[in-house]
């Protein structure tokens, strides 16, 4: 059950990052468990639903983790060029953690008015949010932050900026937002707010920033080295670091992969990534 446990994280939160080849192995995977596990049989349905199914069962009513693999699978193909970049699909529910990375892959294939979109139990859009924390931060380092320990606003603000991450380009706050991450860089072995920046899904919002502001991988390689072998035991949650980190740094990364032990196996996961 826990490898099952690992491909539906996978397939409901980061489907979209892997390559359109991911789809035949985590297909091969399911077919194996299905003889065991109804799950696996209604996972790999969801995997072979057409676009129309994926939008029904994303609009019926249903539960809310399935939605998010049809989600995930509809904007997945999307990206690959199998559904047609004028296809929409809606999102109408905000209450799961991994709705950030619903939002994200939407961004990313150019649905509209994503930054302004209000995460569930928020007053404020992303886009809103991130001006405000970014203001916190240069203002004072969120030293002076109302909410429990600062090192929560860190995480906060990395979010909301992975949500904006598709289109980071565009942010009328950019140039704030590489001061953010630059002190990151230099500076997150200084601050005890930063002590947990290579927990897994910390490390895995720093990895999508980096990736998205298109640092020149020689400049992060040695701090992000630094704080993914900090945690020899990685999850699931650990993919979004992992794959960021293949696509900026290639061989120096599947070097260091044998160093860790990750849910699911680094077999899977480089089958998945197509290395």
């Not at 895995?204 to 630094?226: C, H, N, R």
């Not at 650990?238 to 849910?263: I, K, R, T």
Request: charged share 20%; glycine share 6%; aromatic share 10%.
């Amino acid at each position: 059950m826990g490898q099952l446990s690992t491909l539906n994280t996978i397939t409901q939160a980061f489907l979209y990052m892997l390559p359109a080849g991911a789809g035949k192995v985590l297909q091969e995977q399911l077919t194996i468990m299905s003889a065991t596990y109804s799950r696996a049989q209604q996972m790999k349905a969801m995997l072979q639903a057409s676009s129309d199914e994926l939008i029904r069962q994303v609009r019926d009513d249903g539960d809310e983790e399935d939605k998010l693999i049809s989600l995930n699978v509809f904007l997945w193909r999307q990206s690959h060029g199998v559904i047609p970049v004028t296809a929409r699909i809606e999102c109408g529910f905000l209450k799961h953690p991994f709705v950030r990375y619903i939002h994200r892959y939407m961004a990313a294939n150019g649905y509209e008015r994503i930054a302004e979109q209000i995460p569930f139990q928020h007053k404020d859009s992303y886009a809103a949010e991130a001006r405000r924390l970014l203001n916190e931060f240069a203002r004072s380092r969120f030293e002076d932050s109302e909410d429990d320990g600062n090192g929560n606003q860190y995480w906060h603000l990395l979010s909301l900026l992975n949500v904006l991450g598709p289109q980071i380009n565009n942010f009328d706050y950019l140039s704030e937002v590489v001061h953010f991450c630059d002190y990151l860089i230099y500076d997150y072995k200084s601050n005890p707010a930063l002590n947990e920046l290579h927990d897994d899904i910390d490390l895995s919002a720093f990895a999508l920033l980096l990736m998205d502001l298109q640092i020149e991988p020689s400049k992060t390689w040695l701090v992000f080295k630094d704080l993914f072998l900090q945690s020899k035991n990685r999850t699931v949650v650990s993919y979004p670091a992992l794959l960021a980190g293949l696509q900026m740094y290639g061989e120096l990364m599947v070097v260091e992969l044998p160093a860790v032990e990750l849910q699911g196996g680094i077999d899977l996961f480089l089958r998945l990534a197509g290395r």
